[in-house]
């Protein structure tokens, strides 16, 4: 849908007959004025006028009114000295006369009103067009094409492309801006978005020209004419969030498939890559936390082996068991250390032995356990760690520290597929780091990046 205010005009280029329709044709109002219609060379023109809700034709006779917004539907004929046209396919002229001259432009001229239509304009006179396409086109380049006008009398505009029945291939360029002069040709350029190597595909093209609209079906055939890499970071096994004891790891398995691939398949080895493992986010910084280390200043008397828990320091999950000798508390079994325990004053309960009716059936006194504190630097050095290898049963442990940033660096480059192994100390809190599995190419701008979540 076109809508015209003032002075417009479509550039038709010369030709002496025409067909067009104008689907839907409306005006905004019917106070307003104008006229729409065809002109040529020395301002030479003949025009449909729209006056206040009247439709006059340019030889001023009234065929037909129209309301506010009222869609209806205008066609005609137009050969050299005569024109004939429709409204809703009924036909109001037969042979309406004009003088003759060469029409070059479709034009509409509005003063106080708007005019709505759905225009195509098509030459009456045949195009002996041809289109070519290659036999085969590169999956990660793109095909020129070619449009031949046979004509010795008629040229014309190709104003625009495209390709209907394929939404992974365009058309991305035409030469000369379109213009197709008498018995030559111009170039089109087809860019195929995606490509399945062997797959040949039935393309249907569809070219908007000052002739009318041209399709044309034509096939060509997906390959692999020039390197076209096909490297990927994939994950094997996730890397999950284990909430495991600390200093435990977590560790998941990646693979980088570098790949190259021709039409031929044969002579070509994958671009050489480093693998970084690089800190992105979390805490680091210095922390304290319970690592399972006590002092008993007061064995207490009248215990069993029950169990105990670890209170206060704004830490959670420390549990075990006292270790008793005749009733005195000799030591503890820890069972968890728990995490997050800072600097603050924290003190052992021992619990209770309870019947089965929740009696307590002992409970002894006098029991005086301090835990100690551990304090530790919680760096990406110290959580993270990394092995490469070109299979898994060659890992190697890379402990390449990359200048003053938080990364680890693979010491060598490679032009093959290899696997990649992190893994995540868990720490005395519950603070997570994240890092990023980094690929980069040494030979190109390529970089392949997954991000990883560390165990707590």
Request: charged fraction near 15%; hydrophobic fraction near 35%; include cysteine.
């Amino acid at each position: 849908m076109i809508t015209f205010s003032g002075k417009d005009f479509i550039n038709l280029k010369n030709d002496k007959a025409y067909t067009f329709t104008m689907r839907d044709t409306s005006f905004s109002n019917i106070t307003g004025s104008g006229c729409f219609g065809f002109s040529g060379a020395l301002n030479k023109s003949f025009n449909f006028k729209f006056i206040k809700g009247a439709l006059y034709d340019s030889n001023n006779n009234l065929f037909s009114n129209y309301s506010q917004n009222q869609g209806f539907d205008f066609s005609g004929i137009v050969d050299e000295a005569n024109y004939s046209y429709h409204i809703d396919g009924n036909e109001y002229s037969l042979g309406s006369t004009r003088s003759n001259y060469k029409i070059q432009n479709f034009f509409v001229e509005t003063t106080g009103v708007n005019m709505s239509t759905e225009l195509d304009v098509y030459a009456k006179e045949p195009r002996k067009l041809t289109f070519s396409l290659p036999q085969r086109f590169d999956v990660s380049g793109l095909a020129t094409g070619t449009i031949a006008n046979a004509s010795t009398v008629y040229p014309l505009d190709i104003f625009t492309g495209q390709v209907l029945n394929d939404n992974n291939f365009t058309i991305s360029s035409i030469s000369k801006t379109g213009h197709l002069t008498v018995n030559n040709s111009i170039n089109f350029v087809l860019q195929n978005n995606t490509g399945e190597v062997g797959v040949p595909y039935d393309l249907n093209l569809l070219f908007n020209t000052s002739a009318g609209d041209v399709t044309r079906f034509k096939r060509s055939k997906a390959e692999h004419m020039k390197l076209f890499e096909r490297s990927s970071l994939n994950q094997i096994t996730t890397f999950d969030v284990s909430g495991s004891e600390a200093l435990s790891s977590d560790s998941g398995r990646f693979f980088f498939d570098n790949r190259k691939e021709t039409f031929t398949g044969s002579g070509v080895v994958g671009d050489d890559y480093s693998v970084f493992l690089k800190y992105k986010a979390g805490y680091t910084g210095v922390t304290t936390g319970w690592a399972g280390a006590f002092s008993i200043s007061a064995g207490g008397s009248g215990y069993t082996s029950s169990p105990f828990t670890l209170l206060g320091g704004g830490g959670a999950g420390a549990t075990g068991n006292l270790l008793v000798n005749n009733g005195v508390v000799t030591g503890l079994r820890t069972l968890s250390v728990g995490e997050n325990y800072s600097g603050a004053s924290k003190t052992f309960r021992a619990d209770p032995v309870l019947g089965f009716t929740g009696n307590v059936i002992s409970s002894g006194t006098g029991l005086n356990i301090t835990p100690t504190d551990y304090v530790y630097n919680k760096k990406f050095q110290s959580v993270w760690s990394m092995k490469t290898g070109l299979t898994m049963s060659g890992l190697v442990s890379v402990t390449g520290e990359v200048q003053s940033m938080p990364a680890l660096s693979g010491l060598t480059s490679t032009n093959t597929g290899f696997f990649i192994v992190p893994q995540a100390n868990a720490y005395y809190d519950s603070m997570i780091q994240t890092a990023d599995i980094i690929v980069s190419g040494v030979t190109t701008n390529k970089t392949f990046t997954l991000t990883i979540t560390g165990v707590k």
